[in-house]
């Protein structure tokens, strides 16, 4: 942890007051009357970014768990697909994939009557549902290889030591293999995590209105560039460091000695 | 039929019931066979060395004892119970296995602690996650036992931050915690400092006085000699001598052992 003192370095106080005076500097001379007007639809926008974000991390880890699982101990038929999924999804840009599911199976959908007039359609033909599809598999796919390692990592003893003590196989899963796989990785998926949030722009491309859209739509409206983006830096820099963060809080509750 | 491990026990003058018997037991590695028929037979209040050189075989069969490793053929009976094998030797019921195995506590040579679990946390958790004992009960228990072996202190500790010989007495007390019918050590103080070897084995001493049943796979000839009642040396998967600790180790019959302990001491 960064303690008081350790600020207290000359040349650190030196970066922190240029930041300053370029902090007072953007509040004095640019233009922020704009912000009030847009500040509905930046929440809007703002929530989106967070709900997406939460909601495809979870789902795609949860899908991760699996796919490393399949890779690191599974039967053939089962670890080939994986790996195929993982190699497919890592392979290729996600702007690629998330355009091939909106445009592509997006304007799919309509020909089939039965889609339709299904429960589903009214969320079908919105973009937030191939929006969220694409971010949780590009999450599952790194994250599926980072699991696989995770799950090989994991000592052989600390297995035998669960079986020798007569622990069913999915408890030994919950309570040693998992906890053990996902603390040795945590660090890699902080990162990831962090990664996946400046994904989330491109889900603008299909017309979601995340943070990132709201501020084109300022730009678009008002011919004001370089104070929405630099707000816009500033929220993706706060997020990020708030997974940062939590990671970090999660990752002090097991010490490990390395 | 077979050599029992006899030698009666002052615990145990009363209590002759049979608590593991193994008959015949093979194991391969591949085309290696590691085992060659091994036949054991330790009763209530036993505790049984098996000595031998590396290779011997010695671990393989401790370790085909609780099925960590699937023997090829054999019969193996704890506590009047025959655990049910396929042709291949491997294990019919996996329920059953799991059942005998919580019966069996195992003591590692690398201790295996849990990594991400406090002290207290390693002790209570198959009691509580395993046998269903309530929490509040296990917890009272795993501090009795960690005071046992004398690491009352150290229960909030994780197990990367404390020596080997504190990692081992809390990992006997994790063994203790499930109150196994036998247990199972699989060199308990090989990968340990010679420093830290003693605290273990007083702590496995007292063990041996209060009758646990126990099987010791071990280095430390002294040791074996002092507390167990029967001694097994194996030599190339294969028991070659075992009698009481008197005779084996004053009076080896087969030249190998002779030559084993000369090694040795």
Redesign the interface.
């Given at each position: 942890m960064i303690t008081l003192r350790a600020l207290m370095q000359p040349h650190r106080i030196v970066m922190m007051v240029i930041f300053a005076a370029f902090l007072v500097w953007c509040g004095v001379s640019l233009r922020w009357d704009w912000l009030p007007h847009y500040m509905p639809l930046a929440i809007a926008g703002l929530w989106t970014t967070l709900w997406i974000l939460v909601v495809t991390t979870v789902l795609g880890f949860l899908l991760a768990v699996p796919l490393g699982l399949a890779q690191a101990v599974g039967p053939w038929y089962l670890a080939v697909p994986a790996r195929m999924f993982c190699t497919v999804i890592r392979g290729t840009p996600l702007l690629l994939q998330l355009w091939l599911l909106y445009y592509g199976l997006g304007s799919l959908f309509p020909q089939f009557p039965w889609i339709r007039s299904s429960e589903l359609w009214p969320y079908l033909r919105q973009a937030w549902p191939y929006a969220v599809l694409a971010l949780t598999f590009s999450y599952a796919g790194y994250e599926g290889e980072v699991m696989r390692g995770a799950f090989s990592s994991v000592a052989k003893g600390q297995l035998e030591a669960a079986r020798s003590f007569g622990m069913p196989r999915l408890t030994m899963f919950r309570r040693i293999w998992l906890p053990q796989a996902v603390r040795n990785v945590l660090p890699t998926l902080g990162g990831e995590s962090i990664l996946q949030l400046k994904a989330t722009p491109l889900i603008a491309t299909i017309t979601v209105m995340d943070i990132y859209a709201v501020s084109s739509r300022v730009r678009s409206d008002t011919f004001i560039v370089y104070e929405p983006l630099l707000l816009l830096a500033l929220v993706y820099m706060v997020i990020a460091g708030i997974i940062g963060f939590a990671f970090n809080y999660v990752e002090r509750q097991v010490p490990a000695r390395r | 039929m077979h050599p029992s491990a006899a030698a009666t026990s002052a615990a145990t003058e009363d209590a002759r019931e049979e608590a593991i018997r193994v008959t015949d037991l093979h194991k391969s590695f591949g085309s290696v066979e590691v085992l060659k028929g091994v036949s054991l037979t330790a009763n209530k209040g036993d505790v049984v060395a098996i000595i031998g050189g590396s290779g011997s075989g010695k671990s393989t069969m401790l370790r085909c004892i609780?099925f960590?490793e699937t023997p090829s053929s054999g019969q193996i009976v704890i506590g009047g119970e025959e655990i049910a094998m396929r042709a291949d030797g491997t294990a019919a019921n996996r329920r059953q296995?799991?059942?005998?195995?919580?019966?069996?506590?195992?003591v590692?040579q690398?201790f295996?602690?849990?990594?991400?679990r406090t002290l207290l946390e390693n002790i209570i958790?198959?009691p509580v996650?395993?046998l269903k004992t309530p929490r509040a009960e296990a917890v009272t228990r795993a501090r009795e036992l960690l005071a046992r072996v004398g690491m009352a202190e150290k229960e909030d500790a994780?197990p990367?931050?404390l020596s080997g010989g504190q990692q081992q007495r809390a990992a006997i007390a994790r063994a203790l915690a499930?109150d196994p019918s036998a247990m199972?050590f699989d060199e308990p103080t090989s990968a340990l400092d010679p420093e830290l070897v003693g605290e273990v084995l007083t702590v496995i001493r007292d063990l041996a006085a209060e009758g646990r049943t126990m099987l010791l796979v071990t280095h430390e000839m002294k040791f074996a000699r002092e507390v167990a009642n029967h001694v097994v040396y194996l030599f190339k998967g294969r028991i070659e001598e075992q009698g009481p600790p008197a005779e084996v180790f004053e009076n080896p019959k087969s030249e190998r052992l002779k030559q084993f302990l000369s090694s040795v001491s």
């Open positions: - | 609780n960590l296995i799991e059942r005998i195995r919580t019966r069996l506590a195992m590692f690398q295996n602690l849990w990594t991400h958790e198959v996650h395993v994780f990367a931050f499930v199972l």
